[in-house]
Nanobody, 119 residues
Framework: QVQLVESGGGLVQAGDSLRLSCAAS????????MAWFRQAPGKDREFVAR????????YYADSVKGRFTISRDNAKNTVYLQMNSLKPEDTAVYYC????????????WGQGTQVTVSL
């Protein structure tokens, strides 16, 4: 497993942008598929985006497609989530997660970072 620490959350207005970062420990970061999830108050945690270990494959939830971009820098052991055109419904705690294989679930999670989007 890897240890994950998110940062970059905050309070913004609708239409603004934020970039979240997730720093990972360990020397084999490129072996891990990474993802972002989010959980709004009173709701289940939901998938936002994922990226392959090499960074050449990405996938997004329909709700964020075209507005959010996931990327990674394996030299820095960091995955990013660039969030543009933010909406109040994007308000949630955002978590990054890691997995070694698509055959297993995400089994390493960060502590989360709060994103609040006001009107």
């Amino acid at each position: 497993q890897v240890q994950l620490v998110e940062s970059g959350g905050g309070l913004v207005q609708a239409g603004d942008s934020l970039r979240l970062s997730c720093a990972a420990s360990g020397r084999t970061f490129s072996n891990y598929g990474m993802a972002w999830f989010r959980q709004a108050p009173g709701k289940d945690r939901e998938f936002v985006a994922r990226i392959s270990g090499s960074g050449d494959s990405t996938y997004y939830a329909d709700s964020v497609k075209g507005r959010f971009t996931i990327s990674r820098d394996n030299a820095k052991n960091t995955v990013y989530l660039q969030m543009n055109s933010l909406k109040p419904e994007d308000t949630a705690v955002y978590y990054c997660a890691a997995r070694l294989s698509i055959l297993v679930g995400y089994n390493s999670w960060g502590q989360g970072t709060q994103v609040t989007v006001s009107l």
